[in-house]
């Protein structure tokens, strides 16, 4: 009868010695992203049909270079994505945005840090892409709030439009307008509810990150979703 051969003292001491530092490594590889960020509750949307921006506002165009990203995860792990087209302008007037900016997503340019799952991202059991080419956020209000702005808007993803608020960093000057915020959105609030393999369930929430330079002038080709 064979005797498996026992760890020597000093190995088991390593392995007790290892053991904290492994199980802290596949406790960060399975957080929760959304765990530490802002996350917005979708409810009705605002009626914007009687909203127009001030006849002295200038249009900022936001510019080739601005990003809207995302960060999905599941039991496992996490996928960074993001979309490589979008559009929009954003009215200004005496140093405040103003009117209902809309800004426009080409959905068939999403993109992932996988090939595969870009390709199961744009069919049905996420964004759809055929069926809902193009999501929009239209702008309803913004609003100071401490050291930041609170932004809201409808967000019309995946065939359902929802009002969204996130906080964000703007600023305004006459040369140039950013905005920056990370916030996180529950899918399931707008009907994408593939929910992934049973021992590998995909989380609801998922983080946006948004990074927008937008100036005053005439769009150029790189700042539109080509036709």
């Not at 979708?42 to 909203?51: C, E, F, G, N, Y």
Request: hydrophobic residues 35%.
């Amino acid at each position: 009868m064979l005797n498996p051969q026992k760890p020597s003292p000093t190995a088991t001491i390593a392995l007790l010695r290892l053991s904290p530092c492994l199980l802290a490594l596949l406790w960060a590889g399975c957080s929760d992203p959304s765990e530490n960020v802002h996350r917005s509750t979708a409810s009705a949307p605002t009626d914007v049909s009687q909203t127009a921006a001030t006849a002295a506002s200038v249009d900022y165009v936001v510019r080739s270079g601005s990003t809207i990203s995302f960060v999905g995860s599941k039991v496992t792990g996490s996928h960074d994505g993001g979309f490589n087209k979008f559009e929009g302008t954003v009215p200004v007037a005496d140093g405040k945005i103003t009117g209902t900016p809309v800004i426009r997503i080409d959905m068939d340019s999403t993109w992932s840090d996988n090939n595969r799952l870009t390709g199961h991202l744009k069919n049905a059991d996420f964004f759809d892409v055929p069926t809902y080419p193009f999501s929009t956020f239209t702008v309803t209000s913004v609003s100071p709030q401490a050291d930041k702005h609170l932004v809201t808007g409808n967000l019309d993803l995946h065939g359902v439009t929802k009002s969204v608020s996130f906080p964000a960093d703007v600023r305004i000057t006459p040369e140039e307008l950013t905005l920056k915020a990370e916030f996180a959105l529950n899918r399931k609030d707008f009907n994408i509810n593939y929910t992934g393999r049973a021992d590998d369930l995909i989380r609801d929430n998922v983080v946006i990150r948004l990074d927008l330079k937008a100036s005053p002038g005439p769009a150029r080709p790189e700042d539109r979703i080509a036709p």
